[in-house]
Every structure is written in structure tokens, then in C-alpha cells.
């Protein structure tokens, strides 16, 4: 194996890692007390500057067309959206099978595809969906510290659907402009989302601590801004569908801090649903050769948002 590969999938590695490492932001979040909005406000906003900043160190040019923006905010919208429904999971299941179940969102894209604008469903397709519903039902099978909920898996499928729905219009609406440009506006709008609800419900923006402004900073750095350079530079090196097969690591993670650090306990039916909703993952990659833009997502979203245009 070349060098150049390596760094490519190392980087892809790291990618998908970072991603998976938001259960061990949000909870601690979550338990101070801090509103899931101001969290989420504070996560994409500075994962705008951040990324903002860097687009101005590559010398590269933020401006748009204006006829792009109305678009854009609707898929800053979903976007934003995808993350709420997610964290409103965390609330009512295990962290670790909300972090795997936000993963089924390549599926949903092939069935809206398929009703929505007359694509077929390849036998790939329709072997993935099997296996992610198998996946599903296996984590529900019995009750354990390893916490399935009905109604949390519903919020957290609609999260699924939101980021669907934000990569359909990725694919679909015709937009010239890169991945990592289309990332800074999408955290931007998500932002403007988050802070227009916040103010909309009474809700301060203003921390208690110095202490949390930055944890969110940490937040946003390592789970958005690392992922979407890092995914950048694999799909540079290595190509897109190799990054995705690496972005399976990122339910792993995510159930490795539940158990490690949450002290959830696991379970053979969340093992056996992990490795269903994995291989479904796996069997629904792209096959394409062409490269295209990649763009972060807030569950996920991450190496698994590949595009092809």
C-alpha cells in the first residue's frame, strides 16, 4: 500500500471517529442543564467560523449566488433539523443505538428516491433495507440498561429523514458550489435556525461559564470541523467509497461510549443489530467512480455523506 493511501485512510479513519465522538459531548451538555438549542446554536455557528476561516486561509471565495440562497436556508433547515430529532432521541433511548439507528439515512434517500422521483430500487437497495429492518427489530427485542424506546427510535428516524431530505437537495438542486463551501453554509443557516428558535421560546444564549463556551468549541472543532477536513482529505487520496466503508466506525464509536464511558450495558440483541444496520450501511455505498463533493453532517452527519452529482 502507497503512503498517499495510508494518510487517506488514516484520515478517513479520524473522519469517521470524530463523528462518532458526539455522545461524548452532548451528554455532559445535556446533563448541565444547557437547552439543546443554545447547544446546537453555539455548535454550528462557531463550525461556521471555523470552517469559514479556513475557506479564507485556502483563498477561496465565500460569495454565492443570491438565487442560491433560498435553497440553501431550506437545506440549512433540514440540516438543523436532523440533529434536533437526533438529540431528542438521546433523551429517551441509549445514546448508542440512537448513534447507530441516524445511520439509516442512505436508505431512506433510495426509498424517497424511488417514490419521489421514479428511481428504481436495486436488489442492493432492497437487500439494505432488509437488513437495517432486522437490525431494528433486533435492538428491540428485550429490555436492558442498553435503553430502546419506540417513540425515541420514531424522533430519531425523523432525524434520519430530515438528512435525507438535505442530501436529496445536495443531489437535486442543482447547486455550483463545493463541499466544503456548501458545508459552511449549511452550519450557517443552522445556526441562524437554532438562534431565531431560541429567542422565538425565551431562551438565552448567554452560558453561565466561560467553561462551557468553550466545551461547545470543542464540540464543534472535533465533530464537525476535523471530520469535514479529514473526510476531505480521504477522498482526495483514497477515493469516496472507501471513506464510506470507514464511516461504519462511526456507530461503533458512538456504542463503544455508551458502554465505556456512559457504563451502558450491552447486550447480544444490540450487538446483533449493530452488525445488521453496519452491513445494511455497507451493502448501500455508491459504487461510482466519479469523485464529488463531500459534505459533514450534524449526525452524522460524516464520511457517510459521500456525494455523487
Known amino acids: 500500500m502507497h503512503q498517499q493511501q495510508i494518510k487517506g485512510y488514516l484520515a478517513a479513519a479520524i473522519s469517521a471517529i470524530s463523528f462518532g465522538l458526539i455522545p461524548l ?28 476561516l479556513y475557506l479564507i486561509a485556502r483563498k477561496q471565495y465565500l460569495g454565492i449566488p443570491w438565487k442560491s440562497l433560498p435553497l440553501l436556508a431550506v437545506m440549512g433547515v433540514f440540516y438543523a433539523l436532523s440533529a434536533e430529532f437526533l438529540f431528542l432521541g438521546y ?10 439507528l441516524i445511520y439509516t439515512y442512505p436508505i431512506i434517500v433510495a426509498v424517497i428516491l424511488h ?8 436488489t442492493l437497495t432492497k437487500i439494505s433495507i432488509g437488513l437495517a429492518t432486522l437490525g431494528v427489530v433486533c435492538m428491540g427485542w428485550e429490555e436492558s440498561e442498553m435503553r430502546f424506546d419506540v417513540y425515541g427510535t420514531f424522533m430519531v428516524l425523523l432525524g434520519s429523514t430530515a ?33 431565531i428558535k431560541a429567542g422565538l421560546t425565551s431562551q438565552t444564549l448567554v452560558l453561565a461559564s466561560p467553561y462551557w463556551l468553550s466545551f461547545i468549541g470543542g464540540f ?80 452524522s452527519p460524516s464520511s457517510e455523506t459521500v456525494e455523487y452529482q
Not at 91 to 100: F, I, K, Q, R, Y
Not at 174 to 179: D, E, F, S, V, Y
Not at 182 to 187: D, E, K, P, R
Request: zero cysteines; proline letters at 3%; hydrophobic letters at 60%.
Open 220 to 299: 464543534s472543532l472535533v465533530t464537525t470541523v476535523l471530520s469535514v477536513l479529514m473526510m476531505v482529505i480521504a477522498i482526495q487520496l483514497i477515493g469516496s467509497a472507501p471513506t464510506a466503508v470507514l464511516g461504519s466506525l462511526e456507530p461503533v464509536v458512538a456504542v463503544a461510549i455508551a458502554v465505556v464511558i456512559f457504563g451502558e450495558r450491552i447486550t447480544w440483541n444490540l450487538i446483533l443489530g449493530l452488525l445488521f444496520i453496519i452491513s445494511a450501511l455497507m451493502v448501500s455505498i455508491p459504487r461510482k467512480k466519479e469523485e464529488a463533493p463531500v459534505i459533514d453532517s450534524s449526525v
Open 163 to 195: 438528512y435525507a431530505l438535505y442530501m436529496i437537495l445536495v443531489n437535486k438542486g442543482n447547486l455550483r458550489i463545493t463541499g466544503i463551501k456548501l458545508t459552511f453554509y449549511s452550519l450557517f443557516f443552522s445556526a441562524i435556525f437554532y438562534g
Open 25 to 52: 459531548f452532548v451528554v455532559p451538555l445535556k446533563r448541565a442543564g444547557i437547552a439543546m438549542d443554545v447547544i446546537l446554536f453555539y455548535r454550528f455557528f462557531l463550525g461556521a467560523v471555523l470552517i469559514g
Open 91 to 100: 433523551d429517551l433511548m441509549s445514546v448508542g443505538v440512537a448513534s447507530t
Open 115 to 122: 417514490f419521489g422521483f421514479g428511481d428504481k430500487l436495486s
